[in-house]
């Protein structure tokens, strides 16, 4: 007998030879229905491979991310067997799973094929998958697997079989159709109850362009038709949420060729919302003890071989710029923490000065390949909302818990309401890789992980993710259509201190080293505003509203009365517009409340002769009539609640 540990720590016993599947069944006929795939010791592998030894077990099902994931490698097989059957003689290359879904690269030799052929292997594979085929699975010697793939005449395979060693190599065979794998799969096809090919794209064999371009044929599998519904809405949901198209529709930003790719332009209205976003921000700050400071957009060459930047990306930068006589050499600043670790030189510090905060709405340029743009959200000039915090070893703690506390405040008013910590630490493993002393270190990991659950967080530790220079905080925030984004990092720094030489005067008297923390809670204003803009799809909160009001006049005869209302309104600093198109008046109502417009307030004889205002508030419907006055210390009300000024 063996002893089997299930993830609740509960030990069972069974005969040598027993699978995950048949421990699945001997618990419920219902759970071993949704096996996928079972991790043993640690391990992910098929659910129907014998264990020899006691062992530790999880079965995993569609609820774990391995179990997606194997579900998903598992259905690229069975597509590379449905194009097998209409494209006798294609070879085939790899097929993993991804983010959402899986691919298959395919050379379809002399066959063409494009997105209306999608449909047929689809239809093909739902066949397959009815038969319940079991992914069947053959250690075999490297020369056979050469020879089976010479037959073939697969230069793919056989390129890949190259890199393995001879003992560890497996195929899988399900129906008609047999691969060079590794595994795990899933048990059999019948657990895939709906298919769908997203989408066809070229791609070049081990993703080098001098190597022919195959075709890489997208989808995505589910163990339940509904779930496929319920993804095809999200995914046009987040079509009509993209960022770049709402920012057109609302008038917030534009790219032009002339300036150059990934460049942003920000219109007035774009302009008027950062600003917005940037006050919040400032005002947060100034009350944490920040203090605003301003560098300028390009430094020399010198300051970033002295941080240490141009050696590790210097070659992938935007190249120096030359002064034309004096043989200078500027760089478009990358980062602003060199600037910054120069005002904390400006003067002396002592240890009465710390901590030192410096905010800056500072403008970056990097680099990034015209391939990898996107939008607002991979541009090549950025503005980060960065800000350095200058302090001792032993505040190090507090410092996090504030910068916590500033996020937190972000994420609430913004509506963010589900997101993860994300704590990196070093590799204990090799402690050699880090800068700084290992008491330090392990003091700046102990002052995150307790800072971290002081605050509540839900956190995930991951060991060896740590920059070379320091352990970090990371949030990782779902939005509206469960995306997950990483927002707001802090970062402890020991290496750049080091190398700008910065100090403090100690109560001791004796010089000693500050710590420096990075922190950027948006991460950058353009990134911000494409993840907001598809997290509300545009219909922001009261205070960020481009207009907060539209008054609609019932007749022309009431336009004059509009207008002096919108600017009385003006002096308290609200703003909007009047609707001044001789339409009817459930016409104008209707297409405000489209335009996602927070207050109506329409206006007619009742209104004019009283100086009132009929107001209307979205998704709250009718407030009455209200003197001008009142109706503003209504908005301000609020605004004060959405912003939680007494929170
Ligand atoms: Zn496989
Ligand atoms: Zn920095």
Redesign the pocket.
Known sequence: MIKIILPDGSVREYPKGTSAMDVALSISEGLARNVLAAKVNNVVQDANIPMEADSTLSLLTWNDKEGKSTMWHSSAHLMAEAIEFYYPGVKLAIGPPVANGFYYDVDFMDYTISEKDLEKIEQKMKELAKTKAEFVRQEISKSDAISYFKERQDPYKLELLDGLEDGTITFYTQGNFTDLCRGPHIPHTGFIKAVKLTAIAGAYWRGDEKNKQLTRIYGITFPKASELTEYLEKVELAKQRDHRKLGKELDLFHFSQRVGQGLPLWLPKGAALRERLENFLKKAQKKGGYDQVITPHIGSKELYVTSGHYAKYGADSFQPILTPDEGEEFLLKP???PHHCEIYKARPRSYKDLPLRFAEFGTVYRYEQSGELHGLTRVRGFTQD?A?IFCTQDQVKEEFKKVIDLVLYIFKTLKFETFKAQISLRDPETPEKYIGSNENWDKAEAAIIEAAAEKGLDTVVELGEAAFYGPKLDFMVQDALDRNWQLGTIQVDYNLPERFELEYTGSDNQKHRPVMI?RAPFGSMERFVAVLLEHCAGDFPLWLATDQIAILPISENYNEYAENVLELLKNYDIRGFVDDRNEKIGKKIRESELNKIPFMLIVGEKEAENQTVSVRQRMEGDKGSLSIEAFAALVMETIEVELNVNA
């Open positions: 980062m602003n923490c960065d350095h990075h």
